[in-house]
């Protein structure tokens, strides 16, 4: 549905003062929008807002945002996908503060149980501050799935040279070589997933635009061997 169709012209006039600030969703809803009422007014910075990201998408600079980064080399045609540092350091962080996290909330429940089974004197300040303890000890338990994530992409390499695809996710397995054709996209709840195989290497929010047309892009240009 476009975000603009209950918008009078004026009011379109003035969003698209500002449509640099705008999602590029929201400027393609826009764009749209202008160009259903034939609106007589200058789209040229629009146009090349939406260009620029285009263009960006098709050089894979917003990869980065799912924590991967591309290379290509001209000559050859070799592309090379990795996982950034940055997304690698996430990864250590999430799990140092969720195992931090994860032992606070075991002693603050360990109190707890002090309160109602031993001699820890009861008060109610004690049961907030015990329980908000608690919860964030929850909240690092769950931090610690990044620990699978960083394992599984420590060594993580997906290459294309040619017709062949050369997978290396899982450190402990040796690096596996598959067909173009095993590039999929699965479509997973509100996530689209790159896969080589049955091997999910990338996901994204298919409710971001960018992002969704960011692992379509790749998909099509990993499949297409020129």
Sequence with gaps: MNLYTNHSDRELVAVLAQCEKLTYEAQLNLSEELSRRNAAVDTSNLVRQISDTEQAISEFAYLKDLGFKYNEDASSGRIEIRRTFYAQ??????????TLFFAIGLVYFWLLMAVFFGD????????VRYGLMILLGLVGFKMLSGI???????HFRLVRTGDTIELNHNPKAKERQYALTDITSEVESDELILKVGEIEVIRGSISNLIQKKTIEELVSKMKTNK
């Design 89 to 98: 350091l996430f990864d250590i962080v999430s799990v140092t503060l969720g």
């Design 120 to 127: 820890n004197e009861f008060t109610m300040s004690k049961l």
């Design 148 to 154: 699978h994530r960083f394992l599984d992409y420590r």
